[in-house]
């Protein structure tokens, strides 16, 4: 009997150009078109096996060993529903040789690598690695089936998820039809297209429980004036902007939008009745020497140096290129001590001078206004995470299968 299997990986995608509302709250149709940046796998991934066999009983979710139930008319049964019933149009009704593992009940794990208590989005990653394997498991896959197809359905997990289909640069066209067939993501540019490119997680200390986005930004549809003015007048110019300056790899123009971008997210945030806030003094004091940071180095005309993004809660992603991430790192670390041995040095910024304690490498640049933000305690950026640019879902070999021969979870 053969064994209907396969395992993916997924990335972490963060977005330069924020989405933020819908205009279809089941199809997840946003209002405004986005662009993300795709994480390296090597450090941030969620993991997914998915299974079909005539043995099951019903379709099984299982996330970090725990079970999650797949509840009628849920997220995760759309798409489940959704890649069976290509599998079933695009392979079975086509060819009657094909096997029917359609009709099989799946179960599926899942697994990511990266603690949730790190305030990190998971959800993009984990909806992507789940329908890429459920992709592998039905052979839906190129030329038969291109990532924006699969993006489809992955946006019906969570609207941020169908970013994660690929690598590199990602740009997730609204679309204007009422049924969401032209809402997808397509690669603005592959990994390689733009190698130098560093990103530089801080984690936040976060202890009380935030708004989520998908309230969060229904809120703000139905509240705020200002979204409007960002959908129509904002948004359309900085996409354009920004597909253009990764093309052209201008980081001056790539760091200036994306910041610009992250305050009129938060903006709007704030003018959603009652009033969101995502950041907080941490990260407004990240914020702050960032941009004293690229001050200095604007007025000696050598144009910007990091670039600071936020999503819907105050970990800070700061893009940067390879000549600046060393020096980077050591200016947050000068405000923003780490707790000892906590800071793992990913791609090897720092060699043999590391030995365990970042602190002893902080350094503010010449001329850098120190009274720009206040020496936190260790521990108010709980976690520095190093990464670069990344490639979209992989197929993953036999031998990572989260479940074991009994069909449960390993
Ligand atoms: C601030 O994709 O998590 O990260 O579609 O309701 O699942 P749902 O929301 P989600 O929202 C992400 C919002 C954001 C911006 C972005 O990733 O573009």
């Given at each position: 009997?053969a ?26 149709l946003?209002?405004?078109?986005s662009l993300s ?11 997914t096996?998915?299974?079909?066999d005539?043995?099951f009983e ?7 060993g725990k079970?999650?139930e ?7 049964e759309?798409?489940i529903?959704e890649v ?10 086509k060819?009657a ?8 009940y799946v ?12 305030g990190?989005?998971?959800s993009?990653?984990?909806f ?20 924006s197809?699969l993006s ?14 690929y ?18 993501a ?8 733009w190698?130098?490119m560093?990103?530089l997680?801080c ?8 708004t989520s986005s998908t309230s969060g930004?229904?809120?703000?549809v ?13 948004v ?5 902007l ?13 760091a200036?939008?994306t910041m610009?971008?992250s305050?009129s997210?938060h ?9 969101i806030f ?11 020497v960032?941009v004293e940071l ?9 144009g910007y ?14 893009y940067?290129?390879?000549k ?7 200016l947050?670390v000068?405000f923003?001590?780490?707790?000892e041995g906590?800071?793992k040095?990913n ?9 365990g ?6 350094k503010v640049?010449?001329g850098?206004?120190r009274?720009?933000a ?8 709980k976690?520095?995470?190093h990464t ?6 992989r ?11 009994t069909?449960?979870?390993?």
């Open positions: 009997m064994l209907y299997e396969a395992t993916s990986s997924a990335p972490v995608n963060i977005a330069v150009i924020k989405y933020w509302g819908k205009r279809d709250t089941k199809l997840i946003p209002t405004n078109s940046v795709t994480l390296s796998q090597d450090h941030l991934r969620s993991t096996t998915s299974r079909a005539p043995s019903r379709d099984r979710l299982w996330l970090n079970e999650d797949i509840k009628p008319g849920s997220r995760l759309t798409c529903r069976k019933k290509l599998r079933r149009e695009l392979i079975e009704e060819d040789s094909q096997p029917k593992i359609s009709q099989y179960h599926i794990a899942s697994y990511n690598n990266f603690p949730t208590a790190a990190l989005a998971s993009a990653s984990g992507a690695a789940l329908v890429s394997s459920l992709a592998h498991l039905y052979n839906l896959t190129p030329p038969l089936v291109s990532p197809v489809l359905i992955a946006r019906q997990g969570s609207g941020s998820a169908c970013r994660s289909l690598g590199g640069f990602v740009a997730w066209n609204k679309g204007s039809s009422p049924d969401g067939s032209d809402s997808l397509v690669e603005v540019a592959p990994a390689s297209h190698p130098n560093h990103a997680i984690v936040v200390s976060d202890d009380k429980k935030g930004m229904q809120r703000t139905e509240t705020s004036t200002l979204l409007q003015h960002r959908i129509k007048h904002v359309p110019e900085r996409m354009a920004m597909e253009k300056a990764i093309q052209e790899r201008d980081f001056d123009t790539f200036r939008v610009a971008d305050n997210f903006a709007v945030a704030l003018d959603t009745e009652p009033p995502y950041m907080n003094d941490v990260s407004r004091a990240i914020i702050a960032i690229n001050r200095i180095s604007l007025e000696q005309g050598k140096r990091a670039a600071y993004t936020y999503d819907a809660g105050p970990n800070a992603v700061i940067t290129l390879d600046d991430i060393k020096d980077i790192i050591q947050i000068s923003f001590p780490q707790k906590e800071f040095d791609l090897g910024v720092f060699g043999e001078q590391l030995a304690n970042i602190n002893a490498q902080a640049p010449e850098f206004n009274n720009v206040l020496v936190h305690e260790v521990g108010a950026v976690g520095l995470i670069k640019v990344g490639d979209g879902p197929k993953l070999d036999s031998s990572e299968t989260l479940l074991a021969s069909g449960f979870p390993i």
